[in-house]
Every structure is written in structure tokens, then in C-alpha cells.
């Protein structure tokens, strides 16, 4: 078991990295990070998804440029695209890919590659760019590549006592 002091400073320390080393990452931590999705818990385990890997420059661009707010895509060495199988599960597909999502981010930090989740996407356009069918669900690309530069500061959090209640019988 991780040292639950540890673990929360390790998830504190995550930060969302748009800034990425021109250099490939090894395909023994892209197995880990995969290998962290796949053990993501999923609704009666139906395990309704698929990764797909971009390594290629001309589809990071071309991701990059159909995005809203994911220029550092197209600097990322790899891109993890997580897809939900809605057939597999229709109530539960997003749950069950965003737990994936916060496992793959989670195992890259701690093997100091740098994630941005990147959701402000035009979804139809990059969906048909990497052959999905009408159906999947395109939940988010994931750039990733060892970080570059300064580790951005600390995002801010909402206090505990604004966002928790204690539900009393009345
Ligand atoms: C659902 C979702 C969508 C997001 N979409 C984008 C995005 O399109 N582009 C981007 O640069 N960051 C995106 N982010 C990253 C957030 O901006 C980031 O997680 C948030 O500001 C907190 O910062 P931190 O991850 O460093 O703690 C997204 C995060 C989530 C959870």
C-alpha cells in the first residue's frame, strides 16, 4: 500500500503540463500508462473502451488544429486519444473513460511525463480524422511528453468547507 501522506501529496503535485521535451517517450512507460487505464474500475466491468496511440506529427497537428484550446498538442510526442464504446455501456461510458483518463494522468506523473486533459475539442472532425465509428464517444486526447520547462504553480482549489456538508437527519 502507498503511504497515504504521500499519495496526496503526489495527487496535490499533479499538474496539468502543456509544455513537452522533443523527445519520445519509452514504449515501457506508454505500456504503464496504458496498463493504468486498463485497470480503471468500470460499471458492472464492462470495460467499455479503446486507446488509441498518436505517435504521428501530421495527425497531432492536425488534432491541434481542430481543437479550441489545444495548441500543445501538436508539441506533444504522444497522444493517448481515450474513446468510449457507448454500445458496450450506453449509462455509463463517460464514467467509466474519465476514471481511465485520471488513472493514465496519474501513472505518467508519477513517471514524470507531463498530461493535459484536452476536452475543447471539435469532436465530429477529429472522431472521423482517427477513423471512429458514428457511435464512440471521443472522451479526451491526451498529449503527453516529458516535461519542459518550470512545473506550473499550484492551481487553485475551492476549501473543503465550502464544497462539503454534513447531511443530518432533520
Ligand atoms: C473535462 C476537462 C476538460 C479540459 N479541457 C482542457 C482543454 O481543452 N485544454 C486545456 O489546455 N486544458 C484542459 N483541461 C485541463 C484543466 O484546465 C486543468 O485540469 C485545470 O485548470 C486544473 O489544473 P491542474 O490540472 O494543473 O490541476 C481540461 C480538464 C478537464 C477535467
New binding site residues.
Partial sequence: MINPEEFLKFLKE???I?TYLDKMISDEEVEMILEAGRWAPSASNRQPWEFLIIKNKEILKAISKN????I?IKTAPLAIAIVGKVKENPNYYIQDTSLVSMNMMLMAWSLGIGT?????LKRDIVKEMLGLEKNDYLLTILPMGYIKGEI?KP?LRKNLDQITREVKVS
Fill in positions: 499533479r499538474r496539468s502543456r481543437s479550441f484550446y489545444g500543445h493535459c486533459w484536452t476536452g475543447a506550473p492551481t
